[in-house]
């Protein structure tokens, strides 16, 4: 497995742990991040969501696709950008941007693994034609 392949798996694992926790004991969860306990069955839906991306991120990751690996760096590295918007319009409390640097931080290891990645194919080419 490429190293974006595993920079990818690992963000699968953490999507399946926090989508599996919502699922089935949300409020403990929330409650820990000083979120408010809830009874409604949106934060089970995000949680069945993120073990759906964790699947695609798995899959992606055996398959070695390239392409999706970029896809997630685009949209992992702007999550951060809307988590923020909601708490300055106050619809969430701060803790919510640590959701986003999370995702940030995946999406940085993504794009030094994919270029150095690329690095390496291009040296590797280099070298073989000499």
Request: net charge neutral; aromatic share 18%.
């Amino acid at each position: 497995m490429s190293n974006p392949a595993k920079s990818v798996f690992a963000f699968g694992i953490y999507e399946l742990i926090l989508g599996v926790g919502l699922m089935t004991t949300p409020n403990p969860l929330l409650a820990f991040f000083g979120f408010p306990c809830t009874n409604e069955v949106w934060i089970r839906v995000i949680g069945v969501l993120l073990c759906f991306f964790a699947f695609y991120d798995f899959m992606a990751a055996r398959h070695e696709l390239t392409d999706y690996f970029r896809w997630t760096v685009y949209a992992r590295s702007s999550v951060i950008f809307f988590f923020t918007a909601l708490v300055l319009a106050g619809f969430a409390i701060p803790t919510l941007i640590l959701f986003g640097v999370v995702d940030l931080l995946g999406a940085f290891w993504t794009a030094i693994a994919l270029r150095s990645s690329k690095f390496s194919e291009h040296h590797q080419k280099h070298n073989l034609s000499t």
